[in-house]
């Protein structure tokens, strides 16, 4: 298995072994009991860790430069020296000349991306599984005042471009909305990855069809690890042009990049972030981590660990307990069938998890933070 097997998370002091694991111990927030009964609440615990990358704790890197910017006064509104770093560090990592905004969130991040480059008259087409179609709350269509969002399928959470040849060709003129964007998730929500081909193929037909190519990069640094390529390999090189940078699910407590590698996109995106109640007074909390993050590929290392541990969950799956995975392991997380008693049992034991493709479909995710002892207690759970 590339990148050998994981290392078991040592006691709280002194972890040996492998740098990385030793970042890990010690860092975890408290685990609290869930008041079932008198008897539970001294046995149970809730296990949160495979229920999302958002419950990781912050990576010891980003607390201590959030810990660093919090020890005296700086200049508010992104007038900081953390602010003007982050946007260096970007486009050193993307090897061009882009610019740079933090947001709060996700949603924010991807919904004011397309509000910049869509009018209320225009669409964008997306997967149908896409995380601005079905966990975004309308923020898309709200912030773009109207734009449509035109929903397509594709395997595996990838969109079918014949599928969006169609949905264009079924838009008739002035009666409906103008095609003006396509947006692809990479990874994609159901944990696959978008190889260079795929994405330049996309890219191919967006120039075609005069669209504008929008990446949702919630997980973009599980892709940039699986694929073992350049970010610019899978952007700007191939036509994307605007991408949200996720940082929230690789080890920062909030913020996300917005970066236009078209410089002209982004005119006058500074007011939209500000009028959307996204531009933070104190920019650096935001900032610092990042900056910890972008620094001797923290971001990289943090991605590749939360894809080993994926696929380490997937082979120990089926190996022991014969739960074989649902889609093929290409970032960090795992689908998997589990028969609805078995889910219900683990539930009891208290791990937390997502159903996310009925009947049986389930979700289990890794982070930064998983450690060879989650996946053991979670194996030994399956096979009590």
Request: aromatic residues 8%; contains cysteine; glycine residues 6%.
């Amino acid at each position: 298995m590339p990148g050998g097997p994981l290392r078991a998370k040592a006691q709280r002091g002194q972890p040996p072994g492998d740098p990385f694991w030793r970042r890990t111990v010690g860092s975890r927030l408290p685990i609290s009991a869930r008041s079932i009964s008198k008897i539970e609440m001294s046995t149970r615990r809730e296990r949160h860790e495979f229920a999302s990358d958002n419950t990781a704790p912050i990576c010891p890197e980003a607390l201590a430069a959030l810990e660093e910017a919090n020890a005296t006064a700086a200049p508010s509104y992104g007038e900081d020296r953390w602010t003007a770093r982050v946007c260096e560090q970007v486009r050193e990592l993307f090897e061009t000349d882009c610019e740079v905004f933090l947001v709060f969130n996700g949603t924010a991040a991807n919904a004011l991306a397309l509000a910049q480059i869509c009018q209320s008259f225009h669409s964008v087409i997306c997967h149908q599984h896409a995380h601005i179609h079905t966990d975004e709350c309308g923020a898309p269509e709200f912030f773009t005042k109207g734009s449509k969002l035109l929903v397509i399928g594709g395997a595996d959470g990838k969109i079918d471009i014949a599928q969006a040849e169609a949905v264009i060709a079924r838009q008739p003129e002035l009666h409906a909305h103008k095609p003006r964007a396509i947006s692809i998730t990479q990874a994609t929500e159901f944990g696959t990855v978008y190889t260079c081909e795929e994405i330049a193929a996309i890219a191919d037909f967006a120039q075609r069809r005069k669209l504008l190519l929008h990446m949702d990069g919630a997980r973009f640094a599980n892709a940039i690890a699986a694929l073992d390529c350049h970010p610019k390999d899978v952007t700007w090189e191939l036509g994307v042009d605007v991408l949200c940078f996720g940082g929230t699910k690789n080890g920062v407590g909030a913020g996300e990049l917005v970066i236009f590698f078209k410089k002209e996109l982004a005119r006058e995106f500074d007011y939209r972030v500000k009028q959307a109640g996204q531009l933070a007074s104190k920019l650096r909390f935001l900032a610092a981590p990042w900056t910890a993050l972008l620094k001797d590929g923290v971001w990289l290392r943090n991605a590749q660990h939360a894809n080993r541990a994926a696929r380490e969950l997937a082979q120990r799956l089926a190996d022991e307990t014969k739960i074989d995975k649902y889609i093929p392991v290409e970032a960090n997380s795992v689908f998997v069938r589990i028969q609805g008693n078995v889910a219900t049992a683990l539930r009891a034991r208290g791990w937390d998890f997502y159903k996310f493709v009925e009947p049986d479909v389930y979700r289990l995710m890794c982070s930064w933070a998983t450690s060879e002892s989650d996946i053991a207690d979670l194996i030994a759970d399956l096979k009590d």
